[in-house]
């Protein structure tokens, strides 16, 4: 495709339910990362996949939260038992390497509002 | 840890005058920074990086490890330059991820 794609743009779901948000990379990126922009809280990194190495899972903010990478490429995040602090704009952004100096490149994002 | 802080959450100016974001970022080893743009509606973007020593769009950058800064300059406003801006940083000892600043939202007045 042309860019990051990600499902559902928007979300919106009752306290306690679990919701998977997905997200299709750029064809050929070895990197992908998830992140989440909140209000009051900014944009923060979560988790990023490079190849087939075990995922870097430092910035997720608790168990509630998880993710896989399938066949390198289309990446699923779940959050489990959904509370009201989790609505934000979850983006996906992926680059061709890993490395520091590589441009990622980001999805729309998808908004999660949770009653 | 690694620290990105931009102190302007609004910056306000008028067309064709001068503007600066400022950066300031905190950092044990080599740093990568990046400048980060969303456009009204659109989704975020690279705007530049400092390794790459270029201009976009009319803005430059410079890293300065002196005063740990990474300030962005464009010399005259133009309309379209309203947008959020982020100031990022990546680093081996950051495990290669993005920290992102808190954003200054630029509005450029006619």
């Known amino acids: 495709g042309a860019g990051v794609s990600q499902s559902p743009s928007n979300k919106v779901t009752e306290k306690g339910k679990d919701v998977e948000l997905r997200c299709d990379p750029i064809?050929?990126?070895?990197?992908l990362y998830w992140y989440r922009q909140s209000l009051g809280q900014g944009l923060e990194f979560l988790i990023y996949?490079?190849?087939?190495?075990?995922?870097?899972k430092s910035g997720l903010p608790s168990d509630r939260f998880s993710a896989e990478r399938t066949g390198g490429s289309v990446s699923t995040l779940t959050i489990q038992r959904t509370q009201q602090e989790d609505s934000a704009v979850y983006l996906c952004?992926?680059?061709?390497?890993?490395?520091?100096?590589?441009?990622?490149?980001f999805g729309d994002g998808t908004r999660l509002s949770i009653l | 840890a690694q620290r990105v802080t931009q102190p302007e959450k609004l910056l306000s100016v008028f067309k064709g005058a001068p503007v600066e974001l400022k950066c300031n970022y905190s950092?044990?080893?080599?740093?990568?920074l990046f400048w980060y743009v969303q456009y009204s509606r659109q989704r975020l973007q690279l705007l530049l990086r400092?390794?790459s020593r270029e201009s976009i769009k009319g803005f430059t950058a410079d890293l300065n490890k002196g005063e740990t800064s990474f300030h962005l300059k464009k010399p005259f406003a133009q309309e379209e330059d309203s947008a959020m801006y982020y100031c990022?940083?990546?680093?081996?000892?950051?495990?290669?991820?993005?920290?992102f600043g808190g954003g200054t939202r630029v509005l450029v007045k006619p």
């Open positions: 950092y044990s080893g080599s740093p990568e």
């Open positions: 990022a940083l990546s680093g081996i000892a950051a495990g290669n991820k993005l920290t």
């Open positions: 952004a992926s680059s061709p390497a890993w490395g520091a100096n590589q441009p990622q490149h």
């Open positions: 400092h390794i």
């Open positions: 064809s050929g990126h070895t990197a």
């Open positions: 996949f490079q190849g087939n190495s075990a995922p870097d």
